[in-house]
């Protein structure tokens, strides 16, 4: 199943099923989020920061064309701030955070070294209705086998729609800045803020967002990111 949390969220949001989760609508993208390739750029300075992104299908850039993923248009975002960064994408469409899990070790031991881990999952354990406590434990092996490894963490924040029910919606939303608070990790409270509500940012499945939704949310997020990334010694 090629679908994870934006199917659920951004399907939910046609019919203003997700309404609760913010009472006004996100600002719309403005025209400087875009990179061109005719921009000026600053000197990029510093060692190579590695930088691997983690996740589902948001990050593995289905629909989309080489080059148009989240990762690859955080990479451009940043080294456009000077930032010498190489964002490596082991995003695996429909995964879940078990199977994120289970993948993790092979995926660091065959990466190198990283200065920094974006972990985007969760989403298809949502479509699933898994028990939240679930989602949560591999989640947090997730951030154990990070601080093992000594690499600081940025997650990538996710919220549970209203139908699910107060239960499960309240136990799925404090996973995020819960886990962020206990592993030291920077966290995105919730990664499609940019584009949940804005049909025109989403492939014609309703699904996935376009290349000019990924741009949204990569101008959404890229602050947090940057900050995240550890300064060299």
Request: glycine share 10%; proline share 9%.
């Amino acid at each position: 199943m090629v679908k994870q949390v934006a199917g659920l969220m951004l399907g939910m949001a046609a019919t203003g099923g997700l309404a609760a989760c913010s009472a006004e609508p996100a600002p719309a993208p403005q025209p400087s989020a875009s990179i061109s390739p005719d921009d000026p750029m600053p000197a990029i300075t510093g060692p190579e920061r590695r930088i691997l992104a983690f996740g589902d299908s948001l990050f593995a850039g289905y629909g989309l064309k080489e080059g148009e993923s989240y990762p690859a248009r955080l990479e451009v975002a940043l080294r456009a701030r000077g930032i010498n960064a190489r964002v490596t994408n082991a995003g695996v469409s429909g995964d879940t955070t078990q199977a994120g899990l289970q993948r993790l070790p092979f995926t660091l031991e065959n990466g190198g070294d990283y200065d920094l881990a974006i972990v985007e999952l969760g989403g298809n354990d949502l479509l699933r209705q898994l028990p939240p406590a679930q989602t949560r434990a591999n989640l947090q092996a997730i951030l154990e086998e990070m601080q093992k490894r000594d690499i600081p963490v940025l997650l990538m924040g996710l919220r549970a729609p209203p139908n699910l029910g107060a239960q499960y919606q309240g136990a799925f939303d404090a996973i995020y800045p819960d886990l962020a608070r206990d592993y030291d990790a920077e966290l995105v409270p919730f990664f499609l803020e940019s584009v949940w509500n804005r049909p025109q940012l989403i492939q014609p499945d309703r699904v996935h967002p376009t290349a000019q939704g990924i741009e949204a949310m990569v101008a959404a997020t890229v602050d947090e990111v940057a900050a995240a990334v550890p300064q060299p010694e």
